[in-house]
């Protein structure tokens, strides 16, 4: 177990050949030309023929009225400049394109370069503070030398402000996806959800072609590092690394690298995650061809995301402590309980084992399937309360010490009523309400149908079965015959039908688990 977060989390990276450029690498800039004059289009193509911003070269696009250029920016949102004439259709044409493109458009990203043949009909000074321009030129002292100096200005600028962006979108993604991974319960759900947000995150970047193949890795100290989600073709994996065959030999070693150093790690177009936790050593995660040309950006963002997912698993580590901690302590109980009454803790556990099926049967939900398995082993807790001599006679009960024994359900209940946590309350209500009736003839409160809750109803028929089908100091074991026809003839009195239908569909299962927790004497 390591003792806390590695300090040393910066990331490390493939050796890189000299052609190689950390830069990001983009898609050709779109440059749009609006003007009502072909030459200024093909003369404004010619000077920059060979222009080149970080990497890639320009594309032109060309439109001759405010209408057709407002039509140009809808189909490609992502153009990087516009090169606009004032004076067109109207002596404001282009003035009042600027206003569509930042007011209607909301498009506050494109660069925006003015450029005017007759500054009378646009003052510059005016222009400037009215209007959402980036730069002002007359076309008469537009040199070639000037435009290139424009244009790339304008597209440093595009390119500074989109970082911005992707940045404010990343951690607005990461914002939105550690609120919901603090919300798992299960190390496998949120390791699940962890892999999917960081393919998310990675495809905010415009330039990723991104399939969505992973694996999350549990890595402990020592041991072998297991698979505990995974997405495209991967998703067959579900074991340790070794018994993965689909992942290769080369990315195996890799992630015991990261493991050994304790950093994450670009390499090529794979990025693998260091997820240092406090309670079970790290984990791994390891996306497969997440695209070319990773920038300081995207690492700081992945960085910030992985920093804080390991303290999301922290978190389930130490709530699956304190819910095991419950779960244990609630079936130990239970089990004195058995124990002192002079009956198999097998009891308990088979009540549990067949309360579960009959759960899952009647439709619960995961989280309810819990509860009620682990809290049904305190449906009889409140024998603790229950004199010897009753609970221990040998013989049928006489009317005054049933109805003694019948308090062992308000005890019960008065026991674990007050605690907040949710297991005990389930067991509380469980202890409460075990021995309600359908019909409504049951005790302590006179409970009919629907009133009595599923895990009261469902621990009903389960303990009534198995104490049927148990020996007791009171009596012996039923035949098993004997004990299903019993339930048979109570449906609709002492239990619920539907219960008593599932129960028969389930036999075999109920049966099985006899087996497995078999009284031995």
Known sequence: MVDGPVENDELFFADETPEESRAVRHKPWKILIVDDEEDVHSTTRL??????????????????????????????????????????????????????????????????????????????????????????????????????????????SYRDLQVIEQNRKGLKHII??????????????????????????????????????????????????????????YASCNASIDECAVLSAQTKGQLERVRAKGCGCFDNNDYIGYLPTYQKGSHLLYVENCGDGFSEQDEDLLRIFSDNVGVAFDNIYLNQEILDTQKEIVRMLGEVVEFRSKETAFHVIRVSEIARILGLAVGLDSVQVDELYYASPMHDVGKIGIPDSILLKPGKLDEKEMEIMRNHTEIGYNILRSSNR???????????????????????????????????????????????????????????????????????????????DLFFENLEKIMAIREKYKDEF
């Open 176 to 233: 939105e996806a550690l609120g919901s991974l603090f919300k798992q319960q299960s190390v496998g759900r949120l390791a699940q959800g962890v892999l999917t947000q960081v393919i998310s995150l990675i495809g905010l970047r415009d330039s990723v072609y991104l399939e969505g193949d992973g694996v999350a890795v549990s890595s402990p100290d020592k041991g072998k590092m297991r698979i505990i989600a995974s997405t495209g073709k």
């Open 47 to 156: 000077v920059l023929a060979d222009f080149a911003f970080e990497g890639s070269n320009l594309d032109f696009f060309s439109a001759y009225s405010a209408e057709e250029a407002v039509s140009v920016l809808k189909e490609h949102p992502e153009i990087s400049v516009v090169l606009l004439d004032v004076v067109m259709e109207t002596n404001h044409a282009g003035l009042e394109l600027v206003r569509t493109i930042r007011e209607e458009m909301k498009n506050t990203m494109v660069r925006i370069i003015l450029r005017t043949g007759q500054p009378g009909q646009a003052p510059e000074r005016q222009v400037i503070i009215e209007y959402d321009i980036n730069d002002y030129k007359h076309k008469a002292e537009l040199t070639a030398q000037r435009l290139f100096t424009s244009v790339l200005s304008a597209l440093r």
């Open 422 to 500: 949710k297991l005990l309350k389930a067991a509380a209500t469980i202890a409460h309400e075990h021995h309600e009736y359908w019909d409504g003839s049951g005790y302590p409160q006179g409970l009919k149908g629907d009133e009595i809750s599923i895990a009261g109803r469902i621990i009903c028929i389960t303990d009534v079965f198995d104490a049927l089908c148990s020996e007791r100091i009171y009596k012996q074991a039923w035949e098993v015959e004997r004990a299903l026809e019993f339930l048979k003839s109570n449906r609709e009195t002492m239990f619920d039908p539907e219960l008593v």
